[in-house]
């Protein structure tokens, strides 16, 4: 590739005509690049959260249950503390690496963390137990939170200032790719797993999240650090440290921007980690026994008069003592395989369509952010999360549902990260633009931790069939605090990034 001109483009905000006209090639390059990172990030966490299930199946087996309930139980509980684990490491890979964006660059600090969390993505796939498999996601994490604070300022102060909403909205868009490939990939291995796979499907997908790595060759090369930095990295470093999280939360109006966008924040982070996310296990969990029946219902027409009672027994209560046969073993096998892969496209198909309407929806944040502002986008996006992610849990169990309700409940829930990618970077000056971002988006992850084991707590008390429907409406209302913190924080539209 030829050496690209770094250009930081001025503020053309008064300026006519489609706003991709005012970008050069190294602003495209700079997209395309910060895209690719955070593209590869969500696939990552995608990946995560469609391998979870079966990961958990594998790696908690029966005999450290004493019947069926328990063990439905135990996994259940394991996975959600995995999915904690992870969510922790990412607040805390967003701390240091939102600090280290500010310190020593952003295109450094963008190659650090796009290799972390690829070789521990890739490590991922080796896990023996449920406790290395969540120490693997924590060191994944790292990696994950802090890629996306050191992107969204690269994008931010790179690009033309009226340019820079849609960039950025682009930017979390492009995202969805990453996710509907994670979908993708393990929709292909679904359908291999039903006609036998040697090695586990989930240990595949980890392994080829491990391939992100190749891209910091490109962002060493090519990448340089935008020139708002460079400048605030030479001057005025005396009395204003970069990347001070001292003087972030001691500037009474800095300290005022990062507390109410920590819980702006925290909104849609907890909605859509302790929610969001659960979709793809809702679906997976309330067709299992019509998949189950549906099965040995082929199985018995592929192979008259074989007696399936026994397999039908372990299906009902993996824990059963049941006695099988050679050939039964083999035929269990079979069904195991079958039914694993069956569900996993179901699983499949709801992911890509949340992430289908989550292209649109952070895309058209951005837009309609900057025609009528990011404040009032951002109560449309926090009120249509609330009311379609309950009719989602009402009322998920038949296919046509997967293709209407759930592509509407991921547009709205994934464009208010848009409107983080947008907004954060708006409120702090160039010193602190990383660590602010991050701070926002990142320690709200420390609450959102505690949102599967709240989540394990209100499943108990909900205790029954519809346990996880009335868990998910319950948890959506955290939609409504973004609501109240919004007046207190100000309107950026068509105004300057803080120097």
């Known amino acids: 590739m030829h050496e690209l001109e770094q250009f930081s483009g001025p503020d053309d905000s008064n300026a006519t005509g489609p706003w991709w006209k005012s970008l050069n090639r190294y602003h495209w390059f700079v997209l395309v690049v910060a895209a690719l990172g955070w593209l590869f990030d969500c696939l ?14 594998d790696l908690v087996s029966p005999e450290q249950a004493s019947d069926a309930k328990a063990l439905n139980d135990l996994r259940k509980f394991y996975g959600d503390v995995a999915t904690s684990i992870f969510i922790a490491g990412w607040a805390c890979g967003g701390l240091i690496f939102g600090m280290l964006g500010d310190r020593i660059g952003r295109a450094k600090t963008m190659m650090l963390t796009i290799l972390i969390y690829s070789a521990f993505t890739g490590l991922s796939s080796f896990a023996m137990g449920p406790w290395d498999f969540a120490f693997y996601r924590f060191l994944t994490g790292l990696g994950v939170g802090g890629e996306f604070a050191v992107g969204v300022a690269l994008v931010a102060e790179v690009m033309p200032s009226r340019a820079r909403p849609y960039t950025l909205g682009l930017l979390q868009a492009l995202s969805a790719i990453g996710n509907v490939s994670a979908a993708l990939i393990n929709l292909g291995l679904g359908l291999a797993a039903e006609e036998g796979l040697s090695w586990s499907p989930w240990r595949i997908m980890f ?23 460079q400048k605030a990295s ?58 189950q029946k549906e099965v040995l219902a082929e199985l018995a027409a592929e192979q008259p ?67 009528i502002g990011r404040k009032p986008t951002f109560v449309i996006a926090l009120l249509s999360a609330y009311f379609t992610t309950i009719l989602v849990f009402w009322t998920l169990s038949e296919l046509w549902q997967i293709f209407v309700y759930v592509p509407l409940m ?16 708006e409120l702090f000056p160039t010193r602190l633009r990383s660590t602010g971002t991050s701070f926002c988006y990142n320690v709200g992850r420390f609450i959102a931790a505690a949102g599967p084991l709240v989540k394990v707590f209100l499943d108990k008390m909900y205790e029954g069939p519809n346990a996880n429907r009335y868990t998910g409406m319950t948890m959506c209302t955290v939609f409504l605090l973004g609501l109240v913190v919004l007046p207190f924080l100000p309107e950026t539209k068509g105004k300057p990034l803080p120097e």
């Not at 995608?46 to 958990?56: K, S, Y």
């Not at 991921?410 to 970077?425: D, K, M």
């Open 305 to 371: 008069g074989i007696d399936t009672a026994p397999i039908q027994a372990l299906l009902a209560d993996p824990t059963a003592q049941v006695s099988l046969s050679e050939e039964q073993e083999t035929l269990k096998k079979l069904v195991d395989d079958r039914i694993k892969g069956r569900l996993t496209r179901w699983q499949s198909y709801t992911s890509l369509m949340i992430n289908f309407g989550a292209f649109l929806g952070m895309f058209g944040f951005g837009a309609l952010s900057q025609k």
């Open 207 to 229: 392994l080829i999240g491990a391939a992100p790595a190749l891209l910091a060759l490109v962002i060493r090369r090519n990448l340089k650090e935008p020139e708002q930095w």
């Open 234 to 291: 030479h001057e005025g470093t005396v009395n204003k440290q970069l990347g001070s999280y001292g003087e972030l939360l001691s500037t009474p109006h800095l300290r005022k921007h990062a507390l109410l966008g920590l819980l702006l924040g925290c909104s849609g982070v907890i909605g859509l980690w302790s929610v969001g996310f659960y979709t793809p296990d809702l679906i997976r969990k309330v067709q299992e026994p019509a998949v």
């Open 44 to 57: 990552d966490q995608q990946l995560f959260i469609l391998a979870r299930p079966a990961a958990m199946i």
């Open 410 to 425: 991921g547009f709205c829930q994934l464009s208010l990260f848009a409107g983080y990618a947008i907004y954060f970077p």
